[in-house]
Nanobody, 123 residues
């Protein structure tokens, strides 16, 4: 069973950095591809980044490419999202998710979700 807990959100000025973590308290973390999504008020949940089960494959939304880096440490059952050069439009609740079972970018295909962590970028 996958149980995901995000941490690392907060308030940061534009241009700053944050690192989000997603810990899986279950026992099969390394079996799953994982992803990060975000949702701003009044907007649809959108894909941010995804990583294959081994970490060998990474995928990014165009809006974050070159600024965000997704990684995972299977020995620690943890996934990360390093966010740099943050912009006010990055403000959202960020969610980690596991086991897409298909397209990495389609949030409806993920089977497990964390509770979310708020990221606020001030201008």
């Amino acid at each position: 069973q996958v149980q995901l807990v995000e941490s690392g959100g907060g308030l940061v000025q534009a241009g700053g950095s944050l690192r989000l973590s997603c810990a899986d308290t279950g026992r099969r973390f390394s079996n799953y591809a994982m992803g990060w999504f975000r949702q701003a008020p009044g907007k649809e949940r959108e894909f941010v980044a995804a990583i294959s089960w081994s970490g060998g494959g990474t995928f990014y939304a165009d809006s974050v490419k070159g600024r965000f880096t997704i990684s995972r440490d299977n020995a620690k059952n943890t996934m990360y999202l390093q966010m740099s050069s943050l912009k006010p439009e990055d403000t959202a609740v960020y969610y980690c998710a596991a086991d897409p079972g298909g397209s990495y970018t389609d949030y409806t295909l993920y089977t497990s979700w964390g509770q979310g962590t708020q990221v606020t970028v001030s201008s």
